[in-house]
């Protein structure tokens, strides 16, 4: 209820007339739009991630090649790649969702690989001792021993995603993005409302995505939360957020 | 691909090489409004990120270190075509130091974040053998901190420079010149070519910034240090 | 000499790591400060060099109290050697060790000179000059600790047990080419373990400190081993004390016997 009076030519930046006309109209569909666009590459993402972060865990030769066409795909803006795909798919989701895909398992991979080798060596030895195969270890003692560095990634990927979309609107895909578009080309002058309510809505989303990725790491690992930590996992903790502060 | 293949005879297009409008200017206009954000962003948040990690000690050091991982974090959430449009909705248009706003305000975290982080991350028994040799503050920080950190301090000026080069693309739709006008009005003109022209010109200048960072670690990382970081 | 009178360490929240310290630590030996951890040993050894600042009494050094004298240049005239060597990664071994001669403002290439001789002397391969610490084994991480702690010609050495984060066979090494140095050098040492073997070995004189920053007996080892002060000194001596005074009479005789044999040999590199 505060529409501030800093606008141009005193139009406040939020009228909440805007907002009651269109909330289930032009900002539901954005919405709508939004969510499919950022979710869909980070599901696509994970999913090849998980398997090509294993395997460069696995075979340690096949890393520093896959590393390095990741930090290349990371560096490049997604609107040039979201250009470059409207050859291949034309002016479509997927032109938008493949592209953030990419980023997003550029940003997964390296977390499924620092996961993986963050599990102690002793503890996988004792897992082989105990007569653990290589697929039971693997589900039931390496993964969940990883997944705290892979959830790091996970929510920097989501996060970034969800505000990334919006750069769509430059080739008319944007979900919340269309708004801002939308505002900036208002008949009759620049409207500041919808810019406002997609930029509050992207933050929104991104918050809320990243909170509920947090719950659920912290409720696939109990063993984290336990008040004593031991000296090696609090440093791998700090690993962990030092790789997630570098993105 | 024959799409892309055919925008590649943009490249040869007529005036595309002379004039305003032609790749040299643009390019320039690119790189200058980039490195112009890119040397304000460097000011303001590598003495901070230094200064912060530097002085580790007690409650306000742990508050400062909250609010700089925090400020990483929202700046990740911020949209920025929304940020770059209600900047120029909200001043008067066609000054470029509005732009320059959101383009260093996004480029800050990523800087004062790493920069903070690496130097925090120094061994303490680094600092403590170069206090008991009889380091001054600012020898330890300058001699000792910093090269130690520097890995992480070039990952973080890389990221924002990147970032200041995308968001300055994004930017030619609120009236910025430089590469992502081709891309603007490639769309408002219904020619695919200047896009992708445009599209492919970006990327090349985002990878050769990629490169020029990677050869920048390599000459100023001491090789023990590199080492050190190397995985594995 | 250095000297404590009444040297007290109180920390902000009520801990004392040291208790009413009087200390005279005689020039040119080597002077152990032993005890289990908490027992404030660590805190009196920085306290000469102020990396902790007393909170009563005085520390003085070669009769001047350590408070007239700005930290950085009492530091730079007292060589300080850590626990796991905290040598400087991003710098070659040579730009190591002469890292305080250079803070003095002395002339690079004599400096390196300097450092490259040091190198020879506490028994590391000259090849290792342009490597960096993270090449080194943990043993020839501390040999350039305590170069580099030397390369100033301090008259006063701190040592914050420099041999701890190295196996034993190479700790066993690291110790006797340390005690054939400070035969050439005679240094004021002042080292701080918590292995009271390492005292009994290294130390002319031995101070036994007890939880809550109390000293319990100073003496010479000979004496302690003979004649411990309390019950307390009895059990941190343990019941092997026997053995240990008969191994400390052999290791005597040792001793003796490598000073009358021509030049020590210089380890290589057969620390990994």
Redesign the interface.
């Known amino acids: 209820m505060i529409p501030a009076a800093i606008g141009t030519g005193g139009e406040p930046l939020l009228r909440w007339s805007y907002v009651r006309d269109n909330y289930d109209g032009p900002i539901w569909e954005a919405l709508r739009e939004h969510l499919v666009l950022s979710f869909t590459p980070v599901l696509l993402g994970l999913l090849i991630a998980l398997p090509l972060g294993l395997a460069c865990a696995r075979w340690t030769r096949l890393y520093p090649p896959v590393l390095a066409v990741t930090s290349v795909l990371y560096a490049i803006p997604a609107i040039g790649l979201f250009v470059v795909f409207v050859a291949f798919t034309g002016l479509t989701y997927t032109t938008v969702v493949v592209p953030l895909a990419l980023y997003t398992l550029s940003v997964l991979v390296p977390s499924v690989v620092d996961g993986l080798r963050s599990v102690p060596e002793h503890v996988r030895q004792s897992a082989v001792a105990m007569g653990f195969g290589p697929l039971r270890r693997l589900v039931q003692v390496e993964l969940p021993i990883a997944l705290p560095v892979v959830m790091g990634g996970l929510r920097v990927a989501t996060v970034a995603n969800i505000s990334l979309v919006s750069v769509g609107a430059l080739i008319g895909i944007g979900g919340l993005g269309q708004l801002m578009v939308t505002g900036m080309k208002w008949p009759g002058g620049a409207y500041p409302t919808p810019i406002v309510v997609a930029i509050v809505l992207i933050v929104v989303l991104a918050l809320v995505a990243d909170l509920v990725l947090m719950l659920v790491q912290r409720f696939l690992t109990p063993w984290e939360r336990s008040g004593r930590v031991s000296r090696r996992a609090a440093r791998a903790a700090r690993t962990e957020r030092a790789a997630e502060v570098a993105r | 691909?024959?799409?892309?293949w055919h925008?590649l005879g943009w490249f040869g297009g007529a005036g595309r090489w002379s004039g305003a409008d032609g790749i040299p200017h643009r390019m320039v206009e690119h790189l200058w409004y980039s490195l112009l954000a890119f040397a304000i962003t460097a000011l303001i948040a590598l003495p901070i990120g230094l200064l912060l990690g530097h002085l580790r000690r007690g409650r306000p050091a742990a508050l400062s270190g909250f609010l700089v991982?925090s400020s990483?974090?929202a700046a990740?959430?911020?949209?920025?075509?929304?940020?770059l449009?209600?900047v120029?909705?909200?001043?008067?248009a066609g000054d470029i130091v509005p732009i320059l706003v959101p383009l260093v305000l996004l480029a800050v975290p990523p800087v004062l974040?790493?920069t903070y982080?690496g130097v925090r991350?120094v061994?303490p028994?680094?600092r403590?053998?170069?206090?008991?040799?009889?380091?001054?503050g600012r020898?330890v920080l300058l001699k000792?901190e910093l090269?130690?950190a520097?890995p992480?301090i070039l990952?973080?000026l890389r990221?924002a420079l990147?970032q200041i080069?995308?968001t300055a693309?994004?930017a030619a739709?609120?009236g910025l010149g430089g590469l992502?006008r081709y891309?603007?009005d490639g769309?408002s003109r219904q020619e695919?070519d200047s896009?992708?022209g445009?599209?492919?010109l970006?990327?090349v200048l985002?990878?050769l910034?990629?490169a020029v960072f990677a050869g920048l670690h390599r000459f100023a990382?001491?090789?023990?240090?590199r080492?050190?970081a190397a995985?594995? | 000499m250095i000297t404590f009178a009444g040297v007290t360490k109180r920390y902000p929240d009520g801990t004392v790591a040291v208790d009413h310290l009087d200390l005279e630590i005689p020039a040119g030996e080597i002077t152990v400060l032993v005890g289990p951890s908490g027992c404030g040993k660590t805190t009196t050894l920085r306290m000469i060099n102020r990396m902790v600042e007393a909170t009563e009494g005085t520390v003085t050094v070669d009769g001047r109290n350590v408070r007239d004298v700005d930290p950085p240049t009492l530091r730079r005239g007292i060589g300080y050697v850590i626990q796991q060597a905290g040598l400087f990664p991003h710098r070659t071994i040579l730009d190591n060790i002469a890292t305080v001669p250079l803070l003095l403002g002395r002339d690079k290439k004599r400096a390196r000179a300097d450092a490259r001789a040091l190198m020879e002397r506490v028994g590391l391969d000259a090849a290792f000059a342009r490597r960096y610490p993270a090449q080194l084994s943990g043993g020839q991480q501390q040999r350039v600790g305590v170069a580099r702690a030397l390369a100033a010609d301090p008259p006063i050495l701190l040592m914050d047990e420099p041999f701890s984060a190295v196996d034993p066979i190479v700790r066993g090494g690291l110790q006797d080419e340390f005690l054939r140095l400070q035969s050439e050098l005679e240094k004021t040492i002042v080292f701080v373990t918590h292995d009271i073997d390492e005292a009994v070995k290294l130390g002319h004189r031995i101070a036994v400190f007890q939880v809550g920053g109390k000293l319990a007996q100073y003496t010479s080892p000979d004496e302690l081993l003979d004649a411990p002060a309390s019950d307390f000194v009895r059990d941190f001596l343990g019941g092997e004390r026997g053995i240990r005074r008969l191994r400390f009479a052999q290791e005597l005789e040792a001793e003796a016997a490598a000073e009358n044999a021509p030049g020590a040999v210089p380890a290589k590199a057969d620390e990994r």
């Open positions: 691909m024959n799409a892309i925008a991982v990483a974090n990740r959430a911020l949209p920025t075509l929304g940020l449009i209600l120029v909705v909200l001043t008067t974040v790493n982080a991350q061994d028994g680094l403590d053998a170069a206090e008991g040799m009889g380091m001054r020898q000792v090269p130690v520097l992480l990952l973080g990221t990147i080069i995308s693309t994004i739709y609120v992502g891309i603007v769309y695919y896009m992708a445009g599209a492919i970006v990327i985002a990878v910034t990629q990382v001491s090789p023990g240090v080492r050190r995985p594995n």
